[in-house]
């Protein structure tokens, strides 16, 4: 089955750009859905198909695409984009969902 | 607007049964599919399956095929995952999320239902 690595934390003081990275073989030929997790609260859809953003979420998110990265940016990092992220694709042969193993943002 | 109420926490012993429901509001419940997605302690997000409301055809992760089972009822626009043979690291919180189908993002989550499995 289709395999997406992130890497385990990243930080990033507030004001800065913190970037956040799906790796999996050829990604950039499928679309890339990124959500939000906040300690006890449900995930959020932050970007969906590779960089559009849904109502209600800041434009200091964005998500690019291409060979074997996905990347979520967030620019002007905020104390409360303290959270996991997780990437998600779907594996067309199986018709399944996949998810990334989570990168947690710590904001310095 | 759309939402997505999951039913209450419970506590099962090892082999036992849990089923979860997810009742869905403010968009037209079979134009979609749910998909049942866990997160167990200290363990990232993980994907067990997806049914189609309007249909029922269901699609599971392998790690689950063999005990788990989706419906959907559209009379209440209620979607239920029943997951059999319960093992104390089934202890998670289970979330139901709206699926558009072919590649589309899981837009609106449920609140989660944490079921803890414990002798």
């Known amino acids: 089955s289709y395999v997406l690595t992130q890497t385990p934390s990243v930080s990033a003081a507030p004001g800065k750009t913190a970037r956040i990275t799906c790796e999996g073989n050829?990604?950039?030929?499928?679309?890339v859905h990124w959500y939000q997790r906040k300690p006890g609260q449900a995930p959020v859809l932050v970007i969906y198909?590779?960089?559009d953003r849904p109502s209600g979420i800041p434009e200091r998110f964005s998500g690019s695409n291409s060979g074997n990265t996905a990347t979520l940016t967030i620019n002007r990092v905020e104390a409360g984009d303290e959270a996991d992220y997780y990437c998600?694709?779907?594996?067309?042969?199986?018709?399944?969902?996949?998810f990334g193993g989570g990168t947690r943002l710590t904001v310095l | 607007q759309v939402q997505l109420v999951q039913s209450r926490g419970e506590v099962k012993k090892p082999g036992a049964s849990v089923k979860v429901s997810c009742e869905a509001s403010g968009y037209i419940f079979t134009a979609y599919g749910i998909s049942w997605v866990r997160q167990a302690p200290g363990q990232g997000l993980q994907w067990m399956g997806w049914i189609r409301a309007h249909n029922g055809h269901t699609s599971y992760a392998q790690k689950f095929q063999d005990r788990i089972t989706m419906t959907t009822d559209t009379s209440t626009n209620t979607a239920h995952m029943e997951l059999r043979s319960l093992r104390s690291d089934d202890t998670a919180v289970y979330y139901c999320?709206?699926?558009?189908?072919?590649?589309?993002?899981?837009?609106?989550w449920g609140q989660g239902t944490t079921v803890a499995v414990s002798s």
């Open positions: 999320a709206r699926d558009g189908g072919s590649g589309t993002s899981l837009d609106v």
């Open positions: 050829n990604i950039g030929d499928k679309t």
């Open positions: 998600q694709v779907w594996e067309s042969s199986s018709d399944h969902r996949v």
């Open positions: 198909y590779d960089s």
